[in-house]
């Protein structure tokens, strides 16, 4: 019961943080209004706002604030899921190279001029995480396995990558291109449209889906795959099968918003702290705790220095950091 009060409790806040967060900046809207222009766009009346006001509200802040919850969400499954497998506090989709990969993968699409779009640029980073992770897992194989090794060919993969892409965008793209791929490198929600936030919602939604159809064998992986197999577990075919869907959504968000950090690192210990190790409890609050956050840092990231726009991944960075900090001491203080 405690579980579900939560979930209702964290799935009202986030309706109340999107429709404030919507409110927040130049223009003057209202909560209120908020609400009765998407009841107005669901045919439930008449909001009565100025036609700028309705842009505003649905063309430009609502679709970019859903993208925020839905990536916060997806990263923050995405890291639950990485921590579980390789039973490893560090994992998360940023320091094992797999957002790295996935900006390579965009990245390329981006300067090679492929159409097609959002689903192009999922296709590519797709495809770059695929390769950076299956590069991670062969370094760590060679340097004698363990999870310790993994996060450690982690890093090297990540600076690899981002050399990688470093290079392509400053060989390939013109100034104005650079300048932008830069830009949403370190993680940028302001070209947020309803096609990106449709996209990333499914695949968030499958991806979410799934995991929670393995939570007893993400338990089991808790003590290890000797004891998972004992168990019952196929490791082999579980673990595939969740690292691909990892791969998948992060890729996907990755092509929508950028390479966002700490966001899988941090929130699957802080809701790890509200509900316990039970990932059929850990995934909803992970998720739930994740979305409202990136809700509130994207916020912060395009009204503190209006005009101007921080990238996202800063702002994660700035409060990532002190956050893991003192998680990590009172991990220690419990041990």
């Given at each position: 019961?405690?579980?579900?009060?939560?979930?209702?409790?964290?799935?009202?806040?986030?309706?109340?943080?999107?429709?404030?967060?919507?409110?927040?900046?130049?223009?003057?809207i209202a909560v209120g209004d908020v609400y009765a222009v998407v009841g107005q766009q669901l045919g439930l009346g008449d909001a009565g706002l100025s036609r700028i006001q309705e842009g505003i509200v649905w063309d430009l802040r609502l679709p970019r604030t859903l993208l925020a919850a839905?990536?916060?969400?997806?990263?923050?499954?995405c890291g639950a899921i990485l921590q579980s497998l390789l039973r490893n506090?560090?994992?998360?989709p940023f320091v094992l190279g797999i957002s790295s990969g996935a900006?390579?993968?965009?990245v390329l699409v981006i300067v090679a001029g492929v159409g097609g779009g959002a689903i192009a640029l999922s296709t590519g980073a797709f495809a770059g995480a695929l390769v950076a992770f299956g590069l991670v897992l062969a370094l760590a194989a060679v340097s004698g396995g363990g999870t310790d090794r993994v996060v450690l060919a982690g890093v090297a993969g990540t600076q690899l990558f981002m050399a990688v892409t470093t290079f392509l965008v400053f060989s390939s793209a013109d100034a104005e291109q650079t300048r932008g791929v830069l830009f949403w490198l370190l993680g940028s929600l302001g070209g947020a449209d309803w096609q990106d936030v449709a996209l990333c919602g499914a695949v968030c939604a499958l991806g979410l889906a799934?995991?929670?159809s393995q939570s007893a064998a993400l338990d089991a992986f808790a003590f290890g795959e000797d004891a998972a197999g004992a168990l019952g577990i196929s490791v082999a075919r579980v673990r595939a099968l969740l690292l691909v869907v990892t791969a998948l959504l992060t890729a996907t968000l990755v092509s929508a918003a950028g390479a966002i950090g700490f966001v899988g690192l941090v929130l699957p210990?802080?809701?790890?702290?509200?509900?316990?190790?039970g990932h059929r409890r850990l995934l909803p609050a992970t998720a739930i705790a994740g979305a409202i956050f990136l809700v509130w840092v994207d916020t912060a990231a395009r009204t503190l220095f209006e005009p101007q726009e921080l990238p996202v991944g800063v702002v994660t960075a700035l409060?990532?950091?002190p956050a893991f900090a003192a998680i990590l001491a009172q991990r220690g203080r419990r041990t």
């Open positions: 019961m405690r579980s579900v009060a939560l979930s209702l409790a964290g799935l009202l806040l986030l309706a109340l943080s999107i429709a404030v967060a919507i409110t927040i900046g130049p223009a003057e839905v990536c916060g969400a997806g990263l923050a499954i506090p560090l994992a998360d900006s390579t993968g965009a799934l995991c929670l210990h802080a809701a790890r702290l509200l509900v316990g190790p409060i990532g950091v």
